[in-house]
């Protein structure tokens, strides 16, 4: 919430209002004192009441597709098929040889920029990989976690690294999740299973290097496809995929692995790492209230506990719209008017509206 600076200076010291809570993310908070959005499918029984949406766009689950390690020689190939499916893909790279050395496997600053444009999201994956803890001069973790986001902030016009993908290798176990919570808003693991959509550990979100779109039905923990399938206990949550170099035989599995997405985007959000993790832990978090709710305007006000400046990733919410609003039109705050969607369910209207939390009033009025 933008307050005047006096407000604020007076709520300091008086009561905390809503929207007032600014965590970097929910490392710490047990899951029971995350507000209650419910797995279940949510349809307001009465016009003008409103529920926030488990995923963007009331999708059944989330789908994220990252890539390690920088592996510039592929980025072409990836840009090519993510625009041909509209997908958002996710590089966590490696800074320190980035315009620096082996510019093939490296790249160069400018190819992250176009990466950046082209609609991506470029994130930290620490500046050695933790090689240089293997030698005496090795700055410590903090430095991995921390250079490598400023880097990146600093060479990436527009950019503002949230997440951390933390290195496998040798080294690993120089990781520390203490660390990484007071820098980033969430941290990819690599313990290969699905994640569920509520209660997680944003410093340590599953993800595979072996990605299972339902071809590998043994592996139930990490099958894809169990998470928009509505009878399995998977259902809801969130897919995290890991890629390194991809060559040969290996474009055509990851082309299939794309498709699996594609083929199933109107029950998948294809996330970016961070932009998941922002919505997952504001809807957390989240408070919505219908301040007023009339046949001609229903105002909606939407606080989360997260910091107002990094968490700007808008929360779908639903509205059971009143008799005669065939469709609406919304705007939060003095902004822009918004995106609105309408949908049936069960011979009923429901809007669909995307809303920045703490990011003021929305309006909404039929049209
Ligand atoms: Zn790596």
């Known amino acids: 919430m933008k307050l005047p600076l006096a407000l604020v200076t007076f709520c300091a010291a008086g009561s905390l209002l809503a929207g007032e809570k600014q965590l970097l993310n929910l490392s710490g908070i047990p899951s029971k004192e995350r507000m209650n959005v419910p797995v279940e499918y949510v349809w307001p029984e009465n016009a003008g009441e409103a529920a926030v949406c488990l995923w963007k766009d009331d999708k059944a689950a989330a789908i994220s597709y990252t890539i390690d390690d920088n592996c510039a020689m592929n980025i072409d190939w990836w840009l090519n098929e993510a625009a041909q499916r509209e997908m958002k893909l996710t590089w966590f790279v490696v800074t320190g040889g980035i315009s620096n050395s082996n510019p093939a496997m490296n790249g160069e600053w400018s190819q992250w920029q176009a990466v950046y444009d082209a609609g991506h999201s470029v994130e930290s994956h620490t500046v050695t990989h933790l090689g240089g803890a293997s030698k005496p001069e090795w700055k410590g973790i903090e430095w991995e976690y921390e250079d490598s986001k400023e880097a990146i902030d600093a060479n990436i016009a527009g950019n503002t690294v949230t997440a951390l993908a933390y290195p496998g290798g040798g080294n690993s176990s120089k990781n ?183 990011g003021g009033q929305t309006v909404l009025i039929p049209g």
């Open 176 to 358: 520390d999740a203490e660390v990484a919570k007071e820098i980033y808003i969430a941290a990819r693991g690599t313990r290969g299973t699905t994640n569920g959509a509520r209660g997680l550990d944003y410093m340590s979100i599953n993800a595979m290097s072996r990605p299972n779109i339902g071809d590998n039905p043994k592996a139930s923990f990490s099958d894809c496809s169990l998470l928009i399938d509505p009878e399995s206990k998977a259902y809801r949550g969130w897919g995290v995929f890991i890629y390194h170099y991809i060559k040969g035989d290996n474009m055509d599995k990851t082309r299939e692995q794309m498709d699996f997405y594609y083929n199933n985007r109107d029950d998948f959000w294809c996330a970016s790492f961070s932009d998941a993790a922002k919505y997952a832990q504001s809807r957390d978090t989240s408070t919505l209230e219908v301040v007023e709710n009339g046949n001609n305007r229903i105002v909606l006000n939407l606080t989360d506990w997260m910091k107002d400046d990094l968490y700007t990733y808008p929360l779908t919410v639903k509205v059971r719209l009143p008799d005669g609003w065939n469709g609406f039109r919304a705007k939060q705050g003095e902004g822009e008017e918004l995106t609105t969607q309408v949908i049936e369910h069960e011979g009923a209207k429901y809007g669909l509206v995307d809303i920045v939390p703490d």
